[in-house]
């Protein structure tokens, strides 16, 4: 895709740049900007680990105004467990492309992945800022996407069409992530972006909904980071009245929001590190919508389970365990399992379909659906196979 065909595939108002500073090595743009032409809404949620990168706390601070303009981010180094300095480091990216941009600092929010521990190299840094604010507009949000990549093998960005009124908005947004994935939220960075004027609480709750069935619902590893940020930021450049919770267009915009967000999350489960399999689990009919999650995350995180699916191996057993030591509450002699559209449990015993079950698994992706027959409520979780790859990654990820 040329960047002029990118550029129009982005939400109007923002303009985006991405400069090499090196942070990690050399060879690579790691640093980039994201700013919109106006002053935003924005909103955000972040890591639950108690221990939080020095930009993650900073960006909790300003997030309760509400109010934003840009984004400076870096991969390569995550700022985190880097004490005071670390602080310092963070308040000195934000203050220095405030200057560069004319803004009050207030407007910018830096965010950052990659090691943690290591000192920011702030003398590669600095000047870097003040080229990425030069040339920004230079390019666009792929761009950006590619930029924040560490262990990612891909770009990961998503576009949404959505109608308010008499206008066409655009919701965009982009995120990395391909290991330390664990809610809440899943390891990554996220920055959706809309032309779309929304009224700030309302922001805030579309982003919370959004996020609780799609980033807070994947897992690769159970590892949480200390770096997670989901930031969407609205300009309202196309003119449309604030859209509130009570709004006609409101329930189209969400919707759009919920099917982006879940898009993205597939994307970061796709290129789980050393992935082969995209693999979606599915509790219903659970007595509680607590229980089918239990019960789903319990499935999805099981090591027995993403073992098994890398090896093709139909071990319904493992799910079966998994799904009995979630202290979701079921029957396990009336609960049904299936590969996809093959069952192979029916009321807690084998349907002897293994073999059919088999070939369902050698496929990319794989649905696991857990029927408890217990009420009415469901989940889904995205997870991927567990493989050597994996091991070997995260090994090395440091050398």
Known sequence: MSKEMDKTKSPK?????????????????????????????????FTTN????????????????CRGQAIIVNSGNANACTGKKGMTDARDMVSLTAKQLGISASLVYPCSTGVIGTPMPMERLT???????????????????????????????????????????TISGICK?????????????????????VEKKALSSALKSSVSKSFNRITIDGDMSTNDTA??????????KPLTKNSAGFHAFQ?????????????????????????????????????????????????????AVYGNDANWGRIMAAAGYSKAKFDPEKTDIFFNKVQVVKKGVTNNKDKEAT???????LRITVDL?????????????????????NAEYRT
């Open 50 to 65: 108690a221990v939080k990168a020095a930009p993650v706390r900073l960006c909790m601070a300003k997030i309760r105004t």
């Open 127 to 169: 000047p870097a800022v003040i080229q990425l604010s030069r040339h920004a507009g230079n390019d666009t949000l792929e761009d950006v996407a590619r930029s924040i990549m560490t262990t990612d093998t891909f770009p990961k960005i998503a576009h949404k069409r959505v109608k308010v009124g008499n206008a066409i908005g």
């Open 255 to 307: 919707k759009a929001l919920d099917d982006l967000t879940y898009e993205l999350s597939g994307l970061i489960v796709r290129d789980g590190e050393g992935a082969t399999k995209l693999v979606e689990v599915v509790v219903r009919n659970a007595k509680s919508e607590d229980d089918a999650e239990k019960a789903a995350f319990a499935v999805a995180n099981s090591s027995l389970v993403k073992t």
């Open 177 to 197: 992530g391909a290991g330390m994935i664990a809610p809440n939220m899943a390891t990554m960075l996220c920055f959706i972006l809309t032309d779309i004027a």
């Open 373 to 393: 027959h217990a009420g009415k409520a469901s989940a889904k979780v995205l997870t991927c196979d567990f493989t050597e790859d994996y091991v070997r990654i």
């Open 359 to 365: 070939e369902e698994i050698k496929k990319e992706k």
């Open 13 to 45: 108002g923002f303009v985006f740049s991405t400069v090499e500073a090196a942070i990690k090595k050399p060879g690579r743009r790691d640093l980039a900007l994201i700013f919109s032409e106006v002053e935003s809404s924005i909103a955000g949620t």
């Open 231 to 240: 930031l969407i930021m609205s300009n309202g450049v196309i003119g449309n």
